[in-house]
């Protein structure tokens, strides 16, 4: 049986902080839901929100500076800053064909994640390998609500 700490430690991919703080995308509710209760805490580094600055500043999301400031503020009142690794993994990692991807990865693994919610081919193809080696579980927003939820033991039914 696995144990789960609270709050999980989730780790985003940047395409999902998008769909949480720009697009308010519903399959990421349950997420935003889970942060806002204090069940679950986003934890990122200062590389991944250096790729997030640099992404809301595309040109395509149509976002002025004072949008782009919001969005990722709203972002950095959710999120937990994760140290430096304290040490490297004990076992190699899971490798994305994406380069620019692995740090979520090594994020996940680093920060004793339980989650890394992600869009992401690349990402969620590694999914059973994260689980086996990494011991987190990398899943798309849609399945969050469901793969979060506590487990709780069955109750026996009553004799009559």
Not at 119 to 128: F, G
Not at 138 to 148: D, N, S, T
């Amino acid at each position: 049986m696995t144990r789960v700490r609270f709050p999980q430690r989730l780790v985003l991919d940047t395409n999902v902080v998008l769909d949480l703080v720009v697009f308010r995308d519903p399959l990421a509710a349950p997420i935003a839901q889970a942060l806002d209760a204090g069940a679950a805490v986003s934890v990122t580094t200062h590389e991944c929100l250096a790729e997030l600055r640099r992404v809301l500043a595309y040109p395509k999301l149509k976002l002025d500076a004072a949008a782009q400031n919001a969005a990722f503020e709203r972002y950095c009142l959710q999120a937990r800053l994760a140290g430096s690794p304290a040490s490297a993994a004990p076992v190699p990692l899971p490798r994305c064909a994406d380069c620019e991807d692995q740090k979520f990865i090594e994020l996940a693994w680093h920060a004793g994640a339980r989650f890394l919610i992600t869009k992401d081919k690349a990402l969620l193809r590694l999914s059973r390998t994260a689980a086996r080696i990494g011991g987190f579980e990398i899943l798309p927003p849609g399945a969050f609500a469901e793969r979060a939820a506590p487990r709780t033991p069955p109750v026996p039914a009553m004799g009559r």
